[in-house]
């Protein structure tokens, strides 16, 4: 199955294929895969995991129910985590990222100079662009060349027939677009992922400010915290930006929510194999550790152990 495949398929219609089959007597992994149009029976089991499938539909034995516990030295089973492997240090590119970030200051400098109108939905916009300009005192005015001088801090009745300006700006026709420009789209864009204010960046930067509609915004609210996980009609920067880091740093983006362990579910899961390692079973656990509380401030349960426990996470 390809990833295009994976990220249409209907997780409703596939659950509910799959419990007709088994509803049917059909209870072989590789059969089940081959009906669901998965290429193998692990990549049927993963795509379901990750949709929350039981796993009693899934097919996977569990040991995790209410009042089952695991038997003493029985290592946890490594169910919802894959091998480990090192990543590179993310230090290694520090320099490069350092590099493109100073960019876009210089670049957010240059935008000041610019010129941009909106007409209908077309946007008409001048460039800035670095230029050496040359002042002769032969063909300018004597106004011309007095303000020129001025400028540079020389004397217009000097012996100075020519002044260069090597710092000097130059505005230029930048085009017609249905979009701002892309440095513009790029700053903007960083700026969102950043955490920035967008009603105050909509008061700076839209037309119609300070009177901009509520149904504007909600789309720019749309546009970069949007998640379809969450039932929103589309995802947005943040979604994607956090499927882009997934892709560069060797993960796989699939779809459906995004599973993950907050810091303290991460700790409990390394003190659960800890304890594991020692011989208690998931009952004693929970009694050992009634106090632990979860982010939301709620308390663990006897299938939060099971469930944390069999990711087999150690503080190592």
Not at 43 to 64: A, F, K, R
Request: hydrophobic share 35%; charged share 30%.
């Amino acid at each position: 199955m390809s990833l295009s495949e994976s990220e249409d398929r209907d997780p409703y219609h596939t659950v509910g294929l799959l419990g007709t089959l088994r509803w049917k007597g059909m209870h072989s992994a590789e059969e089940l895969a081959k009906k669901l149009q998965f290429n193998s029976a692990e990549e049927m089991h993963n795509q379901l995991e990750d949709w929350d499938v039981p796993d009693w539909l899934i097919g996977v034995e569990t040991n995790s129910g209410k009042g089952k516990a695991r038997g003493k030295g029985t290592p946890p089973r490594l169910r919802s985590l894959g091998p480990g492997k090192d990543l590179p240090p993310f230090g290694n590119a520090t320099d490069l990222i350092k590099q493109h970030l100073e960019a876009l200051l210089k670049m957010a400098e240059l935008r000041k100079q610019m010129d941009e109108s909106l007409h209908g939905r077309q946007f008409v916009r001048q460039d800035v662009e670095p230029a050496t300009v040359l002042f002769s005192r032969e063909i300018m005015s004597k106004e011309g060349w007095e303000a020129a001088c001025e400028q540079h801090g020389l004397d217009p009745d000097g012996k100075d027939e020519e002044i260069w300006d090597i710092n000097a700006q130059a505005i230029l026709p930048g085009g017609v677009a249905l979009s701002p420009t892309e440095d513009e789209t790029i700053l903007i864009a960083v700026y969102a992922l950043a955490g920035g204010d967008m009603d105050a960046l909509l008061d700076l930067l839209h037309p119609d400010s300070p009177c901009v509609k509520a149904e504007t915004r909600e789309r720019v609210r749309l546009w970069v915290e949007g998640a379809k996980a969450d039932g929103d009609t589309r995802d947005g920067l943040k979604v994607l930006a956090q499927q882009l880091g997934t892709w560069v740093r060797g993960g796989e983006v699939r779809p459906g929510k995004p599973s993950g362990l907050s810091k303290a579910d991460h700790a409990f899961a390394c003190g659960i194999t800890h304890y594991l390692n020692q011989g208690l079973i998931d009952e004693e656990i929970l009694d050992k550790e009634s106090h632990r509380k979860k982010a939301d401030a709620t308390s663990y349960s006897l299938e939060d152990v099971a469930k944390l426990g069999d990711l087999g996470l150690t503080w190592s």
